[in-house]
C-alpha cells in the first residue's frame, strides 16, 4: 500500500507556496468545499483545486454534511477528486443520524475523531464508509508510513490519519496528514484488491453465516481453520491478531473477490498454501 505525506489547509495555496510544499515531499494538499453557511470556516475555487493538480500534487475537499451531498458529489465529479465529511462538534455539531445517509448521498470518505478522541471514526467502523480519516494529535507518528494509528481497529477501505493540527512549515501553516494513496484516488472505494505485491492479510470474518478465519490475498479466500494455520499466516502477513469486519465489508470482499469460499469452513494445509499462493506474493 502506498502511503503519501500531506497537508490541508482552509487558505488556497500559491504557486510558491505548493512548489515549497512539493519541495519538501508533501504529495497531497487537501482543501475544502464551503456554501458560506454550513459550518466550514472558508472554502476553495475550483481554480485553487486545479492548481494543486497542476503541481502534480493529490488533493480532496474537506466538506460539511450540512451542505447538499448532491452537489459536492457533482462538483467533486467534475473536478475529478474526493471529499471527506468532516464531523466535528465545530463543523455540524458532531456525528449524528444523519451522517451515515449523507456520506451515502455523496459517495464522501468520513473525517472524525478516534479512540482518543471523540469516537466518531470507531463508532462508524462497522458501517462500511468508502474511506476514513482519523484525527489523532496524541499519538504523533511524524512522517512515517503509517496511515492509522497503530493499536486502534482499522478498516479495511482505505485510510488517512491527521496525526498534527495547524503549524507552521516552510510552505505555511497547515496540518499534517499521511495517506493510503488509494484514500485520495476517485474511484477508489474500498474493498480493492491488492495487487500482486501487497501484504497478504488474514481477517476475522463476523456478523454473517460464515463468521471464521480467512486468508484474502486479493484474488481469493482462503478458510483458515485451525491454531497452527493461523499463527503462521498472521507471521507471515507481520500483524499481532486477525483484522475484525463487519457483514456488509465482507459482502463486498467477496465481490472483489474472483474465488469466493463455499459456506463452509475448509481446513486448508499450511505448506500447500504456502506453495500455491504465498509464494512470490509477499513482500519480507
Known amino acids: 500500500m502506498t502511503v503519501l505525506k500531506g497537508c490541508d489547509s482552509w487558505w488556497e495555496p500559491n504557486a510558491t507556496q505548493l512548489a515549497s510544499a512539493k519541495s519538501n515531499g508533501v504529495a497531497v494538499w487537501a482543501g475544502y468545499f464551503s456554501t458560506g453557511s454550513d459550518g466550514i470556516y472558508r472554502g476553495w475555487s475550483d481554480a485553487a483545486f486545479d492548481q494543486v493538480m497542476a503541481f502534480g500534487l493529490k488533493t480532496l475537499a474537506f466538506c460539511s454534511t450540512r451542505a447538499d451531498p448532491a452537489a459536492w458529489k457533482a462538483r467533486a465529479a467534475k473536478l475529478g477528486i474526493v471529499t471527506v465529511a468532516d464531523v466535528e462538534s465545530s463543523v455540524n455539531g458532531g456525528d449524528g443520524p444523519t451522517v451515515d445517509p449523507w456520506l451515502a448521498a455523496s459517495g464522501a470518505r468520513l473525517y472524525g475523531g478516534g479512540p ?98 480467512y486468508l484474502y490475498t486479493g484474488a481469493q479466500y482462503i478458510g483458515i481453520s485451525t491454531p497452527a494455520d493461523e499463527a503462521i499466516f498472521l507471521a507471515a502477513a507481520k500483524q499481532t491478531a486477525p483484522v475484525a469486519i463487519s457483514a456488509t465489508q465482507h459482502t463486498r470482499l467477496l465481490a472483489a473477490s474472483t474465488a469466493p469460499p463455499a459456506p463452509t469452513t475448509t481446513t486448508v494445509p499450511v505448506n500447500a498454501v504456502l506453495t500455491g499462493t504465498i509464494s512470490g506474493t509477499l513482500k519480507g
Open 116 to 213: 482518543r478522541g471523540d469516537g466518531t471514526i470507531p463508532r462508524h467502523l462497522p458501517h462500511g464508509h468508502p474511506g476514513y480519516m482519523v484525527a489523532d494529535y496524541e499519538a504523533r507518528p511524524g512522517w512515517s508510513t503509517a496511515s492509522w494509528p497503530g493499536g486502534d481497529p482499522k478498516p479495511v477501505q482505505p485510510v488517512a490519519w491527521q496525526f498534527q493540527g495547524g503549524a507552521t512549515h516552510p510552505w505555511g501553516n497547515t496540518d499534517l496528514g499521511i495517506y493510503d494513496e488509494a484514500f485520495v484516488t476517485p474511484g477508489g472505494i474500498a474493498p480493492s484488491a491488492p495487487e500482486d505485491d501487497d501484504m497478504l492479510l488474514v481477517v476475522s470474518i463476523a456478523g454473517n453465516p460464515n463468521a471464521g478465519l
